[in-house]
């Protein structure tokens, strides 16, 4: 599968945990941690090195797949995907709010590391969705997530909530630096949807 491609289905992933997140107050624990590990690999080779492997990026392909074939199912995931991009494009214009995020990013990575996986990533989503409210979370349009009251009001759930939406921003950032762009998935959603359907039959 293209890079390109790849990082757009990251951008779906973090929107459909999201979504998954909100609605439901459970997510899967595989893709959020591979959405997590993303934010901590700012200086990866590859594709693969930030996403920890194609096959991690699963829920995110067929995500996009099925946004892209119109599922109404996944409309408030294709909302948030949307205003992740645009978002993404005001957060590329911000030297200054990069190097913060960039900065603040570099010292979470290294934090909790004596502690069990799950303690660790809840502590470290707990930081990051600090981070982004004081940051992201400024600009507009802001994404409003929707979903039910028991789960927004979950500070675990709302914690994931927000660092998911970081990684968002994290595979929007990779998709725009590999030449995507609203043109793109305005008239290439053909080529993208062959992309996406070569990649799940292999």
């Known amino acids: 599968m ?3 491609n790849l990082a757009l289905a990251g951008v779906f992933q973090a ?25 901590f690999m700012l200086e990866a080779a590859s594709i693969e090195e930030i996403f920890g492997s194609k096959q991690r990026m699963r829920l995110g392909v067929e995500t996009l797949m099925a946004v892209l074939q119109g599922d109404n199912h996944y409309a408030d995931t294709l909302r948030y995907s949307v205003g992740l991009l645009q978002l993404q494009r005001k ?13 603040n990013l570099v010292k979470i ?10 303690q660790r990533e809840d502590s470290q989503a707990h930081e990051i969705a600090q981070l982004y409210a004081h940051t992201i979370s400024q600009m507009s349009p802001r994404i409003v997530v929707s979903g039910k009251p028991q789960y927004l009001q979950n500070e ?8 998911l939406l970081m990684a968002g921003i994290r595979s929007a950032t990779l ?28």
């Open 15 to 39: 929107s459909e945990l999201v979504r998954q997140a909100a609605c439901h107050g459970t997510w899967s624990g595989y893709a959020a941690t591979s959405c997590l590990n993303s934010l």
């Open 175 to 202: 998709w725009q630096q590999m030449g995507g762009g609203r043109f793109e998935l305005m008239f290439g959603r053909k080529n993208i949807l062959r992309d996406v359907e070569q990649f799940l039959m292999g």
């Open 156 to 163: 675990r759930t709302t914690d994931w909530i927000r660092t």
């Open 109 to 118: 990575s290294a934090s909790g590391q004596d502690l069990e996986q799950h």
């Open 2 to 4: 293209k890079d390109k």
């Open 91 to 103: 957060f590329s214009r911000s030297g200054k709010l990069q190097d913060e995020v960039g900065d």
